[in-house]
């Protein structure tokens, strides 16, 4: 693991964009909701997580566990090829946002980043 991303996985840095989502939200009369039967755990109302890397996006899937990625087309900047995170590292990070976060689940489901 490189030096920059060793101290970023440490302290949770600023430098990547970590968020959540669902598909599974539905408008109503208060406003936007969440059906009862997706409250469930391990991962309650989130249906996937993503994370930014300069113009590099990860996102596992909660449902099923698969990730997918690619490039942040409306990203403006440059990145440098030797900064950017290993697949390893970003899963990393996703793991250990979720333990922070207090969701309990077995770490040896969630694959490496194809």
């Known amino acids: 693991m490189s030096g920059r991303h060793s101290r970023l996985l440490d302290s949770q840095s600023n430098e990547f964009v970590i968020s959540t989502g669902t598909s599974r939200s ?6 936007w909701t969440l059906a009862e039967e997706y409250l469930e755990p391990p991962f309650y109302q989130f249906d996937f997580m993503n ?3 300069c113009d590099r996006y990860y ?23 030797a900064e950017y995170a290993t697949s390893s590292e ?6 250990n946002r979720l333990i ?13 980043i194809n």
Request: negative net charge.
């Open 26 to 31: 539905k408008s109503g009369e208060s406003g």
């Open 51 to 53: 994370v930014i890397d």
């Open 100 to 112: 922070e976060d207090g969701f309990e689940f077995d770490q040896n489901d969630i694959p490496e």
């Open 59 to 81: 996102r596992l899937n909660l449902e099923d566990l698969t990730w997918s990625n690619g490039i942040v087309l409306s990203y403006v900047g440059t990145c440098d090829e």
């Open 90 to 95: 970003i899963r990393e990070l996703i793991i």
